[in-house]
T-cell receptor, first 116, second 112 residues
């Protein structure tokens, strides 16, 4: 799986949009970009994923650049409950040998702190 | 709306004791996973299962065993607890290999 690079920490004011960047310059054509977050002492929570088109759901939007080498997770109106570590994960679902890749590789992520 | 349920939430074991961490999901997911997370680190895959009766090793399987007799349950067994197994254990499930994984709230295990 391609490696990802995220800033270690970011701050955001409550009610404002939080834009979390992720670099994945070695991503290959069949690798998806997933975002998870982990609120302190809880299990990771899936947020969104995409291949090359921008995606939006009830939690967030995912913007993937045209060359797919970077992406941005957008929380449109951050609240205090969005304070968490956010993980950008690049993952191929099927291996070259035809098997499936079941592993999620969590790096260090970005600690987003939403301030009142 | 239970999702993935893990029990117990906390446990302290003595070196050499054994225990089973329970994981149950009510979403009829075929795929289930066990991860461990050491302090300040990412998650590492211990074992996974693609359906009832089928299990396979992940990155760090030594010292652990699993079974999958039903779709709903995926228990993780520690036979001879060691201090290196002190960690937070997360169970997850997914409908397919491509679909997102849904996690439980974890079991915090200390071995003294």
């Amino acid at each position: 799986d391609a490696k990802t690079t995220q800033p270690p920490s970011m701050d955001c004011a409550e009610g404002r949009a939080a834009n979390l960047p992720c670099n994945h310059s070695t991503i290959s054509g069949n690798e998806y970009v997933y975002w998870y977050r982990q609120i302190h002492s809880q299990g990771p929570q899936y947020i969104i994923h995409g291949l090359k088109n921008n995606e939006t759901n009830e939690m967030a939007s995912l913007i993937i650049t045209e060359d797919r080498k970077s992406s941005t997770l957008i929380l449109p109106h951050a609240t205090l409950r969005d304070t968490a570590v956010y993980y950008c994960i690049v993952r191929v679902a099927r291996t070259n040998s035809g098997g499936s890749n079941y592993k999620l590789t969590f790096g260090k992520g970005t600690l987003l702190t939403v301030n009142p | 709306n239970a999702g993935v349920t893990q029990t117990p939430k906390f446990r302290i074991l003595k070196i050499g004791q054994s225990m089973t961490l329970q994981c149950a999901q009510d979403m009829n997911h075929n795929y289930m996973y066990w991860y461990r997370q050491d302090p300040g680190m990412g998650l590492k895959l211990i074992y996974y299962s693609v359906g009832a009766g089928i299990t396979d090793k992940g990155e760090v399987p030594n010292g652990y065993n699993v079974s999958r007799s039903t779709t709903e349950d995926f228990p993780l067994r520690l036979e001879l607890a060691a201090p290196s197994q002190t960690s937070v254990y997360f169970c997850a499930s997914g409908s397919t290999a491509n679909q997102p994984q849904h996690f439980g709230d974890g079991t915090r295990l200390s071995i003294l």
